[in-house]
Structure formats: C-alpha cells, structure tokens
C-alpha cells in the first residue's frame, strides 16, 4: 500500500495512505461538516489551507458537477479518516478519490484525524505540508518553516475573476435589482440565490475602483467572501470606504464582513483555529433567535474597536465572536456566516431578502 504523511510545524507526524499523488504546503484546518465535501473544495475562501474533515466516511455520494461552487478545487491538500471507495447515489457522476487525483489534490486517508484536530484544537492554527512523494521528514520540516503564515497573506488576487461578467435572473424571473458583486473568491450560490431573487449582477474583479463600480448604475453591491487575512487589503479597504460613504446599500459576506469592519475603522484578527463547518450556532442579539450557519473562516472583526454608529446585531454561541452588524446612518449590513449555505444548513438563506429590502430598484426595467 502507498503511504503518505502530514507533517506539522510542531513536529507531529502523521502517516496514512496515498489516495491522490502530490506535495502541497498550508494552515492545516479541520470542517466539522457531514456533508458537503464538493462544495468545500471548490469554495476559493479555501486557498492556502490543507483541509482535514472530522467526519469519518467522506464521499459517500460520490460526485456531482452540479455541487461545484467554483470551477476548480482550492484547497492545497484533503484529509480524512477514510474516503469512500463505491459512492452510493443516482446523482453520482464519479467517485472522490478519481476526482482528487484529476484535480492535482494531494490527499490521504487512514490516518487519525481525532489527533490531527486535537493538535490544531490545543495549539491553534499550524501550519502543515501533505505529502505523497516524500519521506524526508527533516527536510520538510525546514521548508515548512519557511512557508508563510496565513496571517499578513494576501490571498484575494489569487481567486478573483479576471474580468467583469453577468449573471441575468434565471428564465421566468424578472430584474428587480441591478447589483455590483465584487469578487473576492466568491461562492457561485452566493450568485445563485441573489439572481432566483430577481437580482440582475455585474461580477467585477477585486480590484475594481469605487468609482467605476458606481459608475454601473447599480442599485446595491455585494462583498463576497474570500481567503487571506483582510487587513493587508490596502486597497479593497479604501475602495469598501468609498461605497459606504456613497449611501449605496452594501451587503458583506465572511471576507466581506471583515472588510466593511475595517473600512468603518475597526480591527480583525487572527482566530485561534478559525470556524469551518455547517454547525455553527449564531444568536440574533435582539430577538435572541439562534440559526445554526455554514461558516469557513479564520479571522474576525474585533467588537471593541467598531465605532459608535456600528451595532453587532449576532454573535457566535460557541465563542462570543462577531457574526453580524450593521450601520446605523448607511444602508449597510454584514454577515461573517454564509447565508447561501452550500453546503447547508438553510437557516439564514433569508439574509438576501433582508440586504435586498433595503435595495431600492430605481435603475431596474
């Protein structure tokens, strides 16, 4: 049987078999999802990270074009305790390990994944190098060492779409809203669920100025989520300051949300391993209403350092973090969850409708 090992920064060694050849670098971070594998390795906000999933069996269902939230895998390398070998599903249109090996994924099973996640649990986030190809340990261990660290990364430019595009209301909806979505690694359910709300959207690039974003006409615009540390983001920030200060309604998503809290002069920083997973519990401050949310990211925004006019209106059960606020004097919210789920839970897909109340369709035909 062909091995492969994960190494981490702290030393720990942990060996499993080769399901799919390669040698990448990255965070080592674990999803406690069950479901909903496709989903997490084509997300782009996975960019620079080795994913290990905590649920046992991954694959059971095989693989399915139609799950792809983006046009490739991002992650830099895929762990489990085992993959399945025979998908069980009509929708079944491969099995995962094929699909790892034609994607260039280094992946591997048969390992102990409870220990890989105590480590990240107990010592926070640590960088790791998943290998199929090499058993030189030390030498590893000293690239490892010169490996960036997720925090200062910029990752955005690595992801972002190259070009403006659009996404029309699917056939027998009709245009309600015209809508600028910036780009950061953005989710194509994010894009799903505004245009089944009759939402007419211009995907433009990260880099995209204020001005020629304004410049569209749109009635509102969406920040998409997205990997790396935001506060590098020099210029997203400024331009995300630019169209708060317009009065334009603006809507954040996971990345998104960090970027409007540093655009408002607020801080993030660095989660001691991050949220990745459909079993997040967030409570709505006012109503004290909990929904339980898809999240996947490792930064958040520091509460304390918001000015007066931003309000956190949810907060995380499980650690206290910022989930959500809005502005009081500009038609602006954020959301560090995914309300487009995917994969799921569905419990906050009505954050679309709540961001596109506040939208009003003057430019709409």
Known sequence: MRTGLLLLEDGSVFEGRAVAPGTRFGEVVFNTSMTGYQEILTDPSYRGQIVVMTFPHIGNYGIN?????????????????????????????????????????PALDDLDTRAVVRRVREHGALKGVVTTERSDVAALARELADHPSMAGRPLVSEVTCRRIHEVAPPAG??????????DFGIKSNILRNLAARGAHLQVLPAGTSAADCLSLGVDGVVLSNGPGDPEPLREAIATVRELVDSGIPTFGICLGHQLLGLAMGGRTFKLKFGHHGGNQPVRDVATGRV??????????????????????????????TVEAFSVSDRPVYSAQYHPEAAPGPLDATSLFDRFLARVTPASAS
């Open 291 to 320: 929904l339980i949310t898809s999240q996947n990211h490792g930064f958040a925004v520091d509460p304390g350092s918001l000015p007066g006019n931003c309000t956190v209106t949810e907060i995380n059960l499980n650690d206290g």
């Open 173 to 182: 909806v009709a245009t309600r809203w015209r809508l600028a979505v910036y």
């Open 65 to 105: 074009a139609a799950m792809e939230e983006s046009a490739r895998p991002w992650v830099e390398g895929f762990v489990a305790r085992r993959f399945t070998a025979v998908p069980s599903s009509h929708g079944s249109e491969g099995g995962l390990a094929s699909y790892l090996r034609a994607s260039s994924v």
